[in-house]
């Protein structure tokens, strides 16, 4: 099923998702997008339906043709401290306010979202499956915190975050165990499975 350009009538409405929300490391990075209405893409989908390769050669044609986008990071610690969905929704926040031009209208990927400056709102359960400018926010926020987690993979890459992104994989847990945590790491988060003890 095609992906609707988007879900008011209203001429700015903006897209908005995030990335690495499950993530044991790394930031949980946002991004919102305001398309054309005219925009159309064939490839372009939820980032999760698409590989590695397709959402990078997405996301120069979403920058260029976008008529304005925003990307932000909330890292580890900000994540400890306001929780995870706060963080989460601290980001979308923050990349709508990169937006060159104010939407008139914000729809978000998922069931979670907090009023902002006063703009109406509606949250989509897999929006990003559905809408072109979710689908386009999916896709930046994903690759440019894949691309951060591949530059600090080179200072630990014991834990493989070039593979791995920081997701909870059995790789990246059994290098929890061995080598412990890098300040990189949410310490917020249940990094092992109950049975071990992790010294934080």
């Known amino acids: ?47 999760k339906q698409l590989s590695e390769k397709k959402r990078m050669s997405l996301k120069p044609i979403i920058e260029k043709q976008s008529l304005c986008y925003g990307v932000q990071h909330i890292f580890e610690d900000e994540i400890d401290t306001i929780n995870i969905l706060n963080a989460s929704i601290k980001a979308m926040h923050s990349s709508i306010a990169q937006l060159t031009i104010t939407p008139n209208y914000i729809i978000v990927d998922g069931n979670k979202f907090k009023p902002y400056n006063a703009i109406p709102h509606q949250t989509i359960i897999k929006g990003d499956g559905k ?8 896709i930046l926020a994903k690759t440019y915190r894949d691309l951060y987690m591949e530059k600090i993979h080179e200072e630990f890459p014991m834990y493989n975050w070039k593979k791995n992104k920081g997701y909870p994989t059995k790789e990246h847990r059994a290098a929890i165990e061995k080598y412990g945590v890098t300040k990189y790491h949410r310490k917020s988060f249940r990094l092992l499975p109950e049975q071990y003890r992790l010294d934080l």
Request: with cysteine; charged share 15%; aromatic share 10%.
């Open 1 to 47: 099923m095609a992906l609707k350009t988007q879900f008011s009538n209203f001429d700015f409405e903006c897209g908005t998702d995030e990335a690495g929300r499950g993530c044991l490391a790394g930031p949980v990075t946002a991004a919102a997008v305001i398309l054309p209405a005219d925009f159309s893409n064939s490839i372009l989908n939820d980032s």
């Open 131 to 138: 809408y072109l400018n979710i689908a386009a926010a999916s």
